[in-house]
């Protein structure tokens, strides 16, 4: 385990699309429980859970895991992880967001290590291509561009970038979908919770773009694939049927 390296699972029970979805079940398994054991799993740094909720810090407790109960008026999960980790002395901050029951605690590591490694990289996230008309026509599924480098040009939900032709040589060039985990050096975490919400993350609702206004640099990882985030009551019925096959 690495003693300069704190993951934080924000988890909040008041989510307004789909309520207390963190103690929702998957295969007998909360949510939350399902983020906890993958990020305990990664090895890679000690492992809070961080909410505004007693119910989910009881929750918690019940399968062994730390939590910290922090402020109803944080207004993202990188506001709660930043109140979470202010006492704390690690100097990378992994928000490893408690609505992935599929984050694989590979796709942790990448992260922690192109952030640790990388010395220009402010934030490091982790992104998987794909063909797949549906996650790219889906608002939910959050398109990234990246440069040769893996350094992020831009996250929308749109499909982006535009295919103004298909052709047969583009035809089957992938979009990249952006997985719900960040590694901030803790310098890059401390600038960006002081920055106002930018034009483009009010408009987009993505706060990762706050941070590409400011001329921050994201670096990503990229995985082969990754299971369903959990939004919305559909998207928790996909869940159940998409642990039966994996």
Known sequence: MNDDTLIVIPARYGSTRLKGKMLETIEGKSVIEHVWRAAVKADAGAVLVATESKIIVDHCAKFGAKAALTSE???????????????????YIINVQGDEPFILPQTIRGVVNLVKTSADTDISTACYPTTDLEKINNPNAVKAVLTKDLRALYFSRSAIPYKREITAEN????????CGIYGYKRRALDRFVKLPQSSLEKLEKLEQLRALEDGMTIRSVLIETAGPAIDTAEDLKTAREYIKNI
Request: aromatic share 12%; proline share 4%.
């Open 171 to 178: 035809k089957n060039i992938p979009y990249y979908i952006h």
């Open 73 to 91: 008026s944080c207004q993202s999960g990188t506001d709660r992880i930043y109140e979470a980790a202010q006492n704390r002395k690690e100097n």
